[in-house]
């Protein structure tokens, strides 16, 4: 089945669903504007406009539920944004109701959750703002009914990814690590700026409601655009989804993005803005099913990334860069999911759902844990930690059998579903998935023993306790949904007929098969991982210092020598180029236009003689000219 | 023509904007002679603002009237859409300059009397005041709508030596700094005078050549007559001179910078923007409309003054320590810019484009200037206004939005974008590109680089030097003259930011081109 066509709205809350964007908008600006005077209640205004944004989103939910499959496409036209480019203009579909519900819902959640967690900063408000201002965002970048839209709220993301990262500036790894982010995602900003562009000229247009498969289609048979150019719109758009989704070869600022809070880990480096990249691949759909190569390209870049981040997660010490390292793992499975056309979208989305409850499930765990530990994030100073925090132990846990495919828990169905899908595509691509779900039972099994379990190994002024309960409630409600949004969502392919409208439904739809091949090597691949881990890391001792470890430990730990490689092929010539053109700029141009100055100023001193304030001087000076332009005149005139 | 002599017909609905100025000129006089002596300025001063605002809206009524496809009295004067536009601006900017007259500090009260002294007080006390500025200004004002929509040569003087016979008296009228506001009064009347000359005999020269004085019969007969043209030649040379002294081209800038610092500061601003707008008004109806057939040997002469004068001018103001002075190098360099728009003169599109560069900017610089001056007043020493540039340094600090206006005005000059001084720059420019002026162009961008260098340094002065310990205070400034700053800031700003309206009047009166 075919996408459906998208219509007017038909009123009620998707007539007002601007709201949803508007509301936390108005609180940063107010939180902004306002300044110290907001101090007091800032916070609660934050709260209170995501949860606002998260009511509309329900609603409009709702109502969308209650209607027509054949109307499940709504659009909401609001004002000339762009002459001739584009509206102003918002997508209700079941797409994009689905991420604005998990942006809400789950940024309602981080938001109470900061309370707590931020309450001793002397910037909450400006945090609050700020957070507002990536909820706005975000959700303008996929309730957008077009592109122009939808990079006005990428790039408003990439703003707020920026300020919170380097939210504690005045530490330089963290204004580094903002730094670094915005300069590697501008790379992929560009990618999806010159896609757009293509697109453009094109087609001629940048609306979703025009660029439909049949669209698509039409251009290539009647020659519009070649084979080549679709492809290359493919590869453009999956270059900014790789920059926005930390994905492969633009994996290497999501690690540094740890510098920010907790939440904003969370919410931004986990949850949401990471799965914006999987967003544009699966709402492009219509360019990469007519793209085999880009569809392939992205189910390589998912694998390898899913791989890589694995790697990586297995050496980290520093709880948040490991889960970091799991974050881009689990995209790379969206990714892989989102390479493999309609069946995909609906298991890398569900994957993405859960995936945004059991991770920052996790994330906050990680934050109560630092919160408990004076800030340490080193795992290899934790140990032992289930006895005195119960709640986060119990909840971090749920999130971790939610992500490794514990039977049941959400992380079964959906990574299950993305396995067998790719495997029907592409076996090789198929059994990487699997390693890498085995390395997955690895690494996070090794997280979970080293904080929560074996010998204390705290500082000598630990003194860890349970978190309040505006930071416990919130774990508890995403640990819930890391329990049972999976089953959800894939069992009787809920979410797929649900996204049917948006994305399209294959033509036989997938059964549920827990005991196939993939699916009982996962399983065992997975037992062997979390076993091996309680060997190395359970059992045995944790030594405090990191031992110096195997060449494949070094190779994971320096995240894969990925910055090492940014640096010789980018930072150093870099350098390089800056430095000569400073060379060049002192010694060429500098001195030139020093010695011009000099010479005009040289100039314009005996030149300045001439002014002799006489009359008479004036006057000669004008006959002078006087007798020089009738002599021109007649040169030029008998010429 | 047996004998009897016609009476001449006045189409007084079209030439209304200048009758109403010249009548309120008399009428003023009138109160000058009659009106008791405490009377004088609250009269003098409503009526000069009622008269030009007057002027402008009969301006505006003719503009939306439409336009007549024929000279007005006789021939005499053209009223077509450049004519319109320029006394728009005129108008408008000399409204804005009377608001800064409106300042008792700037103008002398009695010729005799020392600034300051019992004598001076004794006579302002007793009622002596130069309520005659008024009338001057409004005699000069309607000089300037004749001068530049005259459509025979002597009309033409005429309007020049009405326009610029006030302007001298005017220039002397400062009351700080009396003696060098007197000396350039002198120096003013002596080189116009002589400039005037220049212009009468280049007349008498072309009338020898063809017959007439009327710009259209001049241009006609061009085109039939050909041979010996010395006589033509030296004619137009001479009137270009004439014209050339009165917007400041080189090498007849001379006068600029020693007129400019001697004046009143109100009166340097009115001249800096009015006169330099009617002064391109006529060089352009000389050049374009009655000699426009001879473009061919004109233009390299024109060419080579273009790029003399934004050189000298650019250059010049560099070394400059005086702000007034700087600001008239900057007004001859500013002639320069203006100068390519005039040699872009080619095919009928083309002129079109040019002309309406020209007005938009006219009309960006004249309102940029009438606020830099404005400002100027009223940063004041002891003995009047603080014109040594050291006397700015650190004026950011003492007062933050004069000095920020002020460097806006000063980007504005420089051409940055977002102030009209860009749009002004790129339409005359790329009209200069369209009419195969490229090397003026690159000249012209030069200079204003150089240019942007004197008028970045003044901002560095004011923002980033320590102010002095007894530097200058900042005048509260009158009603009228915060009015003014304001107003130029503004009009810079929406320029700057929505060029469109006014670029589409410019393009609209331009399309009327010189009736010929």
């Given at each position: 089945?075919?996408?459906?066509?998208?219509?007017?709205?038909?009123?009620?809350?998707?007539?007002?669903?601007?709201?949803?964007?508007?509301?936390?908008?108005?609180?940063?600006?107010?939180?902004?504007?306002?300044?110290?005077?907001?101090?007091?209640?800032?916070?609660?205004?934050?709260?209170?406009?995501?949860?606002?944004?998260?009511?509309?989103?329900?609603?409009?939910?709702?109502?969308?539920?209650?209607?027509?499959?054949?109307?499940?496409?709504?659009?909401?036209?609001?004002?000339?944004?762009?002459?001739?480019?584009?509206?102003?203009?918002?997508?209700?579909?079941?797409?994009?109701?689905?991420?604005?519900?998990?942006?809400?819902?789950?940024?309602?959640?981080?938001?109470?959750?900061?309370?707590?967690?931020?309450?001793?900063?002397?910037?909450?408000?400006?945090?609050?703002?700020?957070?507002?201002?990536?909820?706005?965002?975000?959700?303008?970048?996929?309730?957008?009914?077009?592109?122009?839209?939808?990079?006005?709220?990428?790039?408003?993301?990439?703003?707020?990814?920026?300020?919170?990262?380097?939210?504690?500036?005045?530490?330089?790894?963290?204004?580094?690590?903002?730094?670094?982010?915005?300069?590697?995602?501008?790379?992929?900003?560009?990618?999806?700026?010159?896609?757009?562009?293509?697109?453009?000229?094109?087609?001629?247009?940048?609306?979703?409601?025009?660029?439909?498969?049949?669209?698509?289609?039409?251009?290539?048979?009647?020659?519009?655009?070649?084979?080549?150019?679709?492809?290359?719109?493919?590869?453009?758009?999956?270059?900014?989804?790789?920059?926005?989704?930390?994905?492969?070869?633009?994996?290497?600022?999501?690690?540094?993005?740890?510098?920010?809070?907790?939440?904003?880990?969370?919410?931004?480096?986990?949850?949401?803005?990471?799965?914006?990249?999987?967003?544009?691949?699966?709402?492009?759909?219509?360019?990469?099913?007519?793209?085999?190569?880009?569809?392939?390209?992205?189910?390589?870049?998912?694998?390898?990334?899913?791989?890589?981040?694995?790697?990586?997660?297995?050496?980290?010490?520093?709880?948040?860069?490991?889960?970091?390292?799991?974050?881009?793992?689990?995209?790379?499975?969206?990714?892989?999911?989102?390479?493999?056309?309609?069946?995909?979208?609906?298991?890398?989305?569900?994957?993405?759902?859960?995936?945004?409850?059991?991770?920052?499930?996790?994330?906050?765990?990680?934050?109560?844990?630092?919160?408990?530990?004076?800030?340490?994030?080193?795992?290899?100073?934790?140990?032992?930690?289930?006895?005195?925090?119960?709640?986060?132990?119990?909840?971090?846990?749920?999130?971790?059998?939610?992500?490794?495919?514990?039977?049941?828990?959400?992380?079964?169905?959906?990574?299950?579903?993305?396995?067998?899908?790719?495997?029907?595509?592409?076996?090789?691509?198929?059994?990487?998935?699997?390693?890498?779900?085995?390395?997955?039972?690895?690494?996070?099994?090794?997280?979970?023993?080293?904080?929560?379990?074996?010998?204390?190994?705290?500082?000598?002024?630990?003194?860890?306790?349970?978190?309040?309960?505006?930071?416990?409630?919130?774990?508890?409600?995403?640990?819930?949904?890391?329990?049972?949004?999976?089953?959800?969502?894939?069992?009787?392919?809920?979410?797929?007929?649900?996204?049917?409208?948006?994305?399209?439904?294959?033509?036989?739809?997938?059964?549920?098969?827990?005991?196939?091949?993939?699916?009982?090597?996962?399983?065992?691949?997975?037992?062997?991982?979390?076993?091996?881990?309680?060997?190395?890391?359970?059992?045995?001792?944790?030594?405090?210092?990191?031992?110096?470890?195997?060449?494949?430990?070094?190779?994971?730990?320096?995240?894969?020598?990925?910055?090492?490689?940014?640096?010789?092929?980018?930072?150093?010539?870099?350098?390089?180029?800056?430095?000569?053109?400073?060379?060049?700029?002192?010694?060429?141009?500098?001195?030139?236009?020093?010695?011009?100055?000099?010479?005009?100023?040289?100039?314009?001193?005996?030149?300045?003689?001439?002014?002799?304030?006489?009359?008479?001087?004036?006057?000669?000076?004008?006959?002078?000219?006087?007798?020089?332009?009738?002599?021109?005149?007649?040169?030029?005139?008998?010429? | 023509?047996?004998?009897?002599?016609?009476?001449?017909?006045?189409?007084?609905?079209?030439l209304a904007p200048m009758l109403l100025v010249f009548g309120a000129a008399i009428i003023g006089v009138l109160v000058e002679a009659?009106a008791?002596?405490?009377?004088r300025k609250s009269i003098q001063m409503p009526l000069t603002l009622l008269a030009l605002l007057g002027g402008f809206v009969l301006t505006?009524?003719?503009?939306?009237?439409?336009?007549?496809?024929?000279?007005?009295?006789?021939?005499?004067?053209?009223?077509?859409?450049?004519?319109?536009?320029?006394w728009g601006i005129i108008l408008v900017l000399a409204l804005v300059s009377t608001l800064l007259i409106n300042?008792?500090?700037?103008f002398?009260?009695?010729?005799?009397?020392?600034?300051?002294?019992?004598?001076?007080?004794?006579?302002?006390?007793?009622?002596?005041?130069q309520t005659e500025v008024y009338p001057l200004l409004l005699f000069s004002v309607g000089g300037m709508l004749l001068f530049a929509?005259?459509?025979?040569?002597?009309?033409?003087?005429v309007g020049l030596e009405v326009m610029s016979l006030p302007l001298y008296l005017l220039c002397?009228l400062?009351?700080?700094?009396?003696?060098?506001?007197?000396?350039?009064?002198?120096?003013?009347?002596?080189?116009?005078?002589?400039?005037?000359?220049?212009?009468?005999?280049?007349?008498?020269?072309?009338?020898?050549?063809?017959?007439?004085?009327?710009?259209?019969?001049?241009?006609?007969?061009?085109?039939?007559?050909?041979?010996?043209?010395?006589?033509?030649?030296?004619?137009?040379?001479?009137?270009?001179?004439?014209?050339?002294?009165?917007?400041?081209?080189?090498?007849?800038?001379?006068?600029?910078?020693?007129?400019?610092?001697?004046?009143p500061?109100a009166v340097?601003a009115l001249m800096?923007s009015t006169v330099?707008v009617a002064?391109?008004?006529?060089?352009?109806?000389?050049?374009?409309?009655?000699?426009?057939?001879?473009?061919?040997?004109?233009?390299?002469?024109?060419?080579?003054?273009?790029?003399?004068?934004?050189?000298?001018?650019?250059?010049?103001?560099?070394?400059?320590?005086?702000?007034?002075?700087?600001?008239?190098?900057?007004?001859?360099?500013?002639?320069?810019?203006?100068?390519?728009?005039?040699?872009?003169?080619?095919?009928?599109?083309?002129?079109?484009?040019?002309?309406?560069?020209?007005?938009?900017?006219?009309?960006?610089?004249?309102?940029?200037?009438?606020?830099?001056?404005?400002?100027?007043?009223?940063?004041?020493?002891?003995?009047?206004?603080?014109?040594?540039?050291?006397?700015?340094?650190?004026?950011?600090?003492?007062?933050?939005?004069?000095?920020?206006?002020?460097?806006?005005?000063?980007?504005?000059?420089?051409?940055?974008?977002?102030?009209?001084?860009?749009?002004?720059?790129?339409?005359?420019?790329?009209?200069?590109?369209?009419?195969?002026?490229?090397?003026?162009?690159?000249?012209?961008?030069?200079?204003?680089?150089?240019?942007?260098?004197?008028?970045?340094?003044?901002?560095?002065?004011?923002?980033?030097?320590?102010?002095?310990?007894?530097?200058?205070?900042?005048?509260?400034?009158?009603?009228?003259?915060?009015?003014?700053?304001?107003?130029?800031?503004?009009?810079?700003?929406?320029?700057?930011?929505?060029?469109?309206?006014?670029?589409?009047?410019?393009?609209?009166?331009?399309?009327?081109?010189?009736?010929?």
């Amino acid at each position: 089945m075919e996408p459906a066509e998208i219509i007017q709205h038909s009123g009620g809350v998707i007539g007002v669903s601007w709201l949803m964007v508007a509301l936390p908008l108005l609180g940063a600006a107010i939180l902004l504007l306002f300044g110290r005077r907001t101090d007091r209640w800032g916070h609660l205004l934050g709260v209170a406009m995501s949860l606002g944004a998260f009511a509309v989103a329900v609603a409009a939910f709702v109502q969308l539920l209650g209607l027509p499959e054949a109307q499940r496409r709504q659009g909401v036209r609001l004002y000339e944004f762009i002459p001739g480019l584009a509206d102003m203009g918002l997508l209700i579909d079941p797409l994009s109701i689905s991420f604005a519900l998990l942006i809400t819902g789950v940024g309602s959640l981080i938001h109470i959750y900061s309370i707590g967690y931020m309450s001793h900063d002397p910037g909450r408000r400006r945090f609050f703002a700020y957070l507002n201002l990536f909820v706005a965002a975000m959700l303008l970048l996929v309730l957008a009914d077009n592109y122009v839209v939808l990079f006005v709220g990428w790039e408003g993301v990439g703003l707020a990814s920026y300020l919170l990262i380097g939210f504690w500036q005045f530490k330089p790894t963290a204004a580094a690590a903002a730094k670094k982010a915005f300069i590697v995602n501008r790379v992929g900003d560009f990618g999806l700026l010159i896609a757009i562009f293509t697109i453009w000229t094109t087609f001629g247009s940048v609306a979703f409601n025009e660029l439909t498969g049949g669209a698509v289609d039409g251009a290539i048979s009647s020659g519009d655009a070649s084979q080549g150019t679709i492809t290359a719109v493919g590869l453009l758009l999956l270059l900014g989804a790789c920059g926005k989704s930390a994905q492969l070869p633009l994996q290497s600022w999501l690690l540094d993005a740890m510098e920010g809070p907790t939440p904003v880990s969370a919410l931004i480096h986990a949850a949401t803005m990471v799965t914006a990249g999987v967003y544009l691949v699966v709402r492009s759909g219509a360019f990469f099913e007519a793209a085999p190569t880009a569809q392939l390209v992205v189910t390589i870049v998912g694998v390898a990334t899913l791989l890589a981040g694995a790697i990586i997660g297995c050496a980290k010490d520093d709880i948040k860069k490991g889960l970091a390292g799991s974050t881009m793992s689990q995209i790379g499975y969206m990714m892989l999911g989102a390479g493999l056309g309609p069946v995909g979208y609906a298991f890398a989305i569900a994957h993405l759902i859960a995936h945004g409850f059991f991770k920052a499930n996790m994330f906050l765990g990680a934050g109560s844990v630092m919160h408990a530990m004076n800030d340490e994030v080193d795992m290899r100073k934790y140990g032992g930690l289930f006895s005195v925090m119960k709640v986060t132990a119990a909840t971090f846990m749920i999130g971790y059998l939610a992500i490794i495919g514990f039977p049941l828990l959400s992380g079964y169905f959906t990574k299950d579903g993305i396995i067998e899908t790719a495997m029907e595509h592409n076996q090789i691509l198929g059994w990487l998935a699997v390693v890498g779900a085995g390395i997955t039972g690895f690494y996070m099994s090794r997280m979970v023993f080293m904080t929560f379990f074996g010998k204390r190994r705290w500082a000598d002024d630990a003194h860890p306790h349970e978190s309040p309960s505006v930071m416990t409630v919130p774990l508890i409600l995403l640990s819930i949904g890391s329990v049972f949004l999976g089953a959800f969502l894939i069992l009787d392919n809920r979410l797929m007929r649900f996204l049917a409208p948006a994305v399209g439904l294959p033509e036989h739809l997938p059964g549920f098969h827990p005991f196939s091949v993939p699916g009982l090597t996962t399983l065992a691949l997975v037992a062997v991982g979390v076993v091996y881990a309680w060997f190395r890391y359970g059992a045995a001792e944790v030594p405090r210092l990191a031992p110096r470890g195997s060449f494949l430990t070094t190779f994971a730990r320096r995240d894969l020598y990925g910055d090492a490689l940014n640096e010789a092929l980018f930072m150093r010539p870099g350098q390089w180029l800056a430095r000569f053109a400073v060379f060049f700029d002192n010694r060429g141009i500098d001195g030139l236009v020093n010695g011009l100055a000099a010479g005009i100023g040289g100039t314009s001193g005996r030149l300045r003689r001439i002014q002799t304030g006489y009359v008479r001087s004036y006057a000669l000076s004008i006959l002078f000219g006087a007798a020089v332009v009738v002599g021109a005149l007649l040169y030029v005139g008998n010429m | 023509m047996n004998g009897t002599i016609q009476a001449p017909t006045i189409e007084y609905a079209l030439l209304a904007p200048m009758l109403l100025v010249f009548g309120a000129a008399i009428i003023g006089v009138l109160v000058e002679a009659f009106a008791p002596r405490d009377l004088r300025k609250s009269i003098q001063m409503p009526l000069t603002l009622l008269a030009l605002l007057g002027g402008f809206v009969l301006t505006v009524l003719n503009g939306i009237n439409g336009l007549p496809d024929a000279p007005a009295a006789m021939g005499a004067v053209a009223v077509d859409g450049p004519a319109l536009f320029i006394w728009g601006i005129i108008l408008v900017l000399a409204l804005v300059s009377t608001l800064l007259i409106n300042d008792e500090d700037q103008f002398v009260a009695q010729a005799a009397a020392v600034p300051g002294s019992p004598d001076e007080e004794e006579a302002i006390l007793s009622g002596y005041a130069q309520t005659e500025v008024y009338p001057l200004l409004l005699f000069s004002v309607g000089g300037m709508l004749l001068f530049a929509s005259a459509n025979d040569l002597l009309a033409m003087f005429v309007g020049l030596e009405v326009m610029s016979l006030p302007l001298y008296l005017l220039c002397g009228l400062a009351r700080h700094r009396r003696l060098l506001s007197q000396e350039a009064s002198v120096k003013y009347f002596l080189l116009g005078a002589f400039s005037s000359a220049f212009f009468l005999y280049g007349t008498a020269l072309i009338y020898g050549y063809a017959g007439s004085v009327d710009l259209k019969a001049i241009s006609a007969v061009l085109t039939e007559v050909s041979g010996q043209e010395t006589l033509l030649l030296v004619g137009l040379a001479l009137l270009g001179v004439g014209l050339l002294f009165k917007i400041g081209a080189a090498p007849f800038q001379a006068w600029k910078p020693d007129v400019y610092q001697g004046a009143p500061t109100a009166v340097t601003a009115l001249m800096a923007s009015t006169v330099l707008v009617a002064a391109f008004g006529a060089v352009l109806r000389v050049f374009w409309v009655a000699l426009g057939g001879l473009e061919w040997d004109w233009k390299p002469v024109m060419w080579g003054i273009a790029i003399l004068t934004m050189i000298v001018g650019a250059i010049l103001a560099i070394t400059q320590t005086e702000i007034k002075r700087m600001l008239a190098y900057s007004s001859i360099a500013h002639a320069g810019f203006l100068l390519t728009g005039v040699v872009a003169i080619g095919a009928a599109e083309q002129n079109r484009q040019a002309l309406s560069a020209i007005l938009f900017y006219l009309a960006a610089y004249g309102f940029t200037t009438v606020g830099a001056f404005a400002v100027v007043t009223m940063v004041r020493d002891a003995g009047g206004e603080a014109g040594h540039l050291s006397r700015w340094a650190g004026l950011g600090k003492r007062a933050p939005v004069l000095a920020g206006i002020f460097a806006f005005f000063l980007l504005a000059f420089a051409g940055i974008p977002l102030t009209s001084g860009f749009f002004g720059k790129y339409a005359v420019f790329s009209a200069a590109v369209a009419g195969d002026a490229l090397p003026l162009v690159i000249v012209g961008v030069v200079s204003s680089a150089i240019a942007a260098f004197f008028y970045v340094r003044v901002i560095v002065l004011m923002f980033f030097n320590e102010p002095a310990v007894d530097g200058p205070s900042i005048a509260t400034p009158t009603v009228g003259t915060s009015a003014v700053v304001a107003l130029a800031a503004a009009a810079t700003v929406v320029l700057g930011v929505f060029p469109q309206p006014v670029l589409d009047l410019a393009d609209q009166a331009a399309s009327a081109l010189f009736i010929r």
